[in-house]
């Protein structure tokens, strides 16, 4: 059940401020016989089933969830969509895969060294796609192109697209996801060899802008088994839970960026962004049922709850810093990419591979 609700958690994330648990018990019995459950085995048994149930389920915090949730999943798609590190002539075409998670009070390097896990995150996002782009200048004929020679001119314009969508059905989680987006990348200043052959080169200055969509529906079950005992009465729990997140978030991102080829082989980039936000994410649970805690003839029935708290939003404007490592293999291009959201301990890492020409 935990892998069950940390693949939520690492797939949708959102995290704010509250410490409610994802599944409580009614302390106040909806139903008795005989003489009920004593006041101080009532608690220890139900406090007992709760703690159980909480660390079966990861110990999500509902209030936190949210939130985080649509700011890491923005800041997942940021590598994927559009390029930083290389200067093509006609076009480029890829794919990448983009993880954003907020650790909370957990620093970068408490992650790093395992002294935490990624169940301690206050919230996380994932985000693949495929993307390609044009060089304005390689593919429009001549009469097509404006401003030659100009700052606005189409010789230094190129237009990216992403997109991917899938879908999932299995006995125990459902999903599905879509990611869309589009690019401009204005080149501002031209690049420069600083020494020939490719060994160190500038690859200038570039600005984006563009929009970029997200969104995943995802829904899992799994069954939750709990008992606890305490002076001769017992109380259990075997049922069906889910849990269910639908994020949906918009971004549109000004980035500056920069990058330098360094033998060839290696060219490391980095940038600036500023990412205006919205869209929204709201989950809810279901565990179904009650608890009976009995003795003889005995008994306590409860009411249980579980939930992934109330619709949030992302923050609705972040400053962020990039920076990448991009390995060339001729046409090739692998690339790893790491973004920090300045003033929020939200973390992207991306990975992809494009092919440019």
Do not use: C
């Not at 079950?221 to 889910?242: C, I, K």
């Not at 708290?309 to 920076?323: K, L, T």
């Not at 790893?336 to 890492?349: A, S």
């Amino acid at each position: 059940m935990k892998s069950l609700l940390t693949l939520i958690l690492l797939t949708s994330s959102f995290a704010y401020g509250q410490t409610t648990s994802f599944f409580t018990i009614n302390r106040t019995a909806i139903s008795t016989t005989g003489g009920g459950v004593p006041g101080g085995v009532e608690t220890t048994i139900l406090d007992s089933l709760e703690n159980q149930a909480n660390a079966e389920l990861s110990n999500i915090e509902p209030g936190n969830y949210l939130k985080y949730s649509a700011d890491s999943t923005i800041v997942s798609g940021k590598s994927t969509g559009s390029d930083y590190a290389n200067n093509f002539s006609y076009f480029i075409v890829g794919a990448g895969l983009g993880l954003g998670v907020n650790l909370g009070p957990n620093s970068l390097s408490d992650l790093l060294s395992g002294d935490t896990e990624a169940d301690d995150a206050n919230g996380a996002g994932l985000q693949t796609s495929l993307m390609a782009g044009v060089n304005l200048a390689g593919v429009l004929p001549d009469a097509m192109k404006w401003g030659k020679d100009k700052w606005w001119g189409a010789d230094r314009f190129s237009v990216f697209f992403n997109f991917f969508k899938y879908e999932m059905d299995q006995s125990d989680l459902t999903a599905d996801a879509l990611s869309i987006g589009m690019k401009i990348r204005w080149l501002a200043m031209a690049p420069r060899s600083i020494v020939g052959l490719g060994l160190l080169k500038w690859e200038g200055l570039h600005v984006h802008t563009g929009f970029e969509k997200s969104s995943l529906e995802l829904s899992a079950t799994d069954t939750l088994n709990v008992t606890a005992t305490d002076s001769g009465f017992t109380g259990s729990y075997t049922s069906t839970v889910t849990a269910n997140v639908d994020v949906d978030t918009f971004s549109i991102p000004l980035e500056i960026s920069s990058a330098i080829q360094v033998l060839y082989l290696f060219t490391f980039y980095g940038g600036l962004g500023l990412d205006l936000n919205a869209g929204d994410a709201s989950g809810n649970g279901n565990a179904p049922g009650t608890i009976t805690v009995a003795s003889g003839g005995n008994s306590g029935t409860y009411e249980v709850q579980a939930s992934l708290g109330q619709e949030q939003e992302p923050e609705s404007m972040f400053q962020r810093y990039f920076a990448g490592l991009q390995f060339n293999i001729w046409k090739g291009k692998l690339y790893f990419q790491y973004d920090r959201v300045i003033g929020e301990n939200t973390h992207g890492v991306g990975l992809g591979f494009r092919v440019a020409i």
